[in-house]
């Protein structure tokens, strides 16, 4: 669905609390204030309105703003403005709302700038500094940027990361701000970037996703530096590069090696009570007898022990793991 100004205008409100969002509306016509409360009661009502939309305005606008050739009444802006204020309360707005995004996320500018020009500002940076900013960007752009780097920040930077969980938002603020200095040094260009948050119990799996994204060579030396510091953050980070959850990703060619040889009563049990989304994927991936056996194994069979579905499942993810390992194995990236 495409939305429109006053619909835009709505949803970036959205991401302020009550107080803030009122202080910012007065002295708006009461009028386009209702006409605004009445796009967002449509959005919601239609299920046009979700937490990604929002975010993605929200960047919209924060791009807009730190163009300044751009900065007119335009875009979502455009509508609810004019004929309402004048330019001094549009632009009182705008850095308002700037300012208040930016303490909510101190790295919604910074995922917007390019992999070589963050790579050019990271790699003189402090590599915990570092290991902070790729552990808040995507996964595949944080796999560009490490690619970009020297090869000893890069080992530096990564290894920290497997211990982000422990740096505190006060201090991720702070090299948030910095970066984001340097990189308006630099010039940035701003494109469009995908709003990662990295929590503590998730940590080693996103370290996990961006090494694998590397090339093969790079991949290698990152993991056995890895593994010479800390072995069992090492070993983790390797399984964690391939897990049950990925499958649905994973190229056809490649999930068609490695269920080479697993048995049918062996996927039955696998794929009992798995997402559905695995099952059409590993389906797809054997011929139609094979399927055909794999369903009537699973109509004899009683409900398989957890511990068989677990095994059964770690069949299937050690034959990817192998083929990971050689370099063989490829994704289809959402």
Known sequence: MTLTGKQKAALLLTS????????LLKGVDA?????????????DAA????????????????????????FQFKNFLREMLRNTVGD???????NGIQDLLQKRDPFMTIRSADSQTLATVLETEHPQAVAVVLSELSPRKSSEVLGLLG???????????????????????????MVRKRIETFGATQKTGTTVQVHPENSLRKVAVIVRNLDKEVRDGVLAAILQKDKEAGEKVTNLMVVW???PQVGDRSLQQALHGIDERELATALHEAAEEVVRKIKSN?????????????????????????????????????????????????
């Open 47 to 70: 299920g046009h309105r979700s937490a990604k939309q929002t975010t993605e305005v929200a960047r919209q606008f924060c791009s807009s703003l730190q163009n300044e050739s751009a």
């Open 88 to 94: 001094d309360k549009a632009k009182q707005i705008q």
């Open 245 to 247: 959850e990925d499958i």
């Open 16 to 23: 302020l609390d009550p107080a803030t969002a009122a202080e």
């Open 151 to 177: 090869e000893g920040v890069r080992v530096s930077a990564i290894s920290r990361m497997t211990a982000i969980g422990g740096v505190t938002p006060e201090a991720k603020a702070r090299i948030a701000e």
């Open 286 to 334: 054997i011929s139609e007898r094979a399927a055909a056996m794999v369903d009537e194994e699973a109509s004899l069979m009683s409900a398989p022990k957890k511990e068989d579905m677990r095994l059964a499942r770690d069949g299937i993810v050690s034959a990817l793991r192998d083929l990971n390992r050689k370099g063989e194995l490829t994704f289809v990236e959402e």
């Open 31 to 43: 009028l386009m204030v209702q006409e605004l409360a009445v796009e967002l009661s449509y959005l």
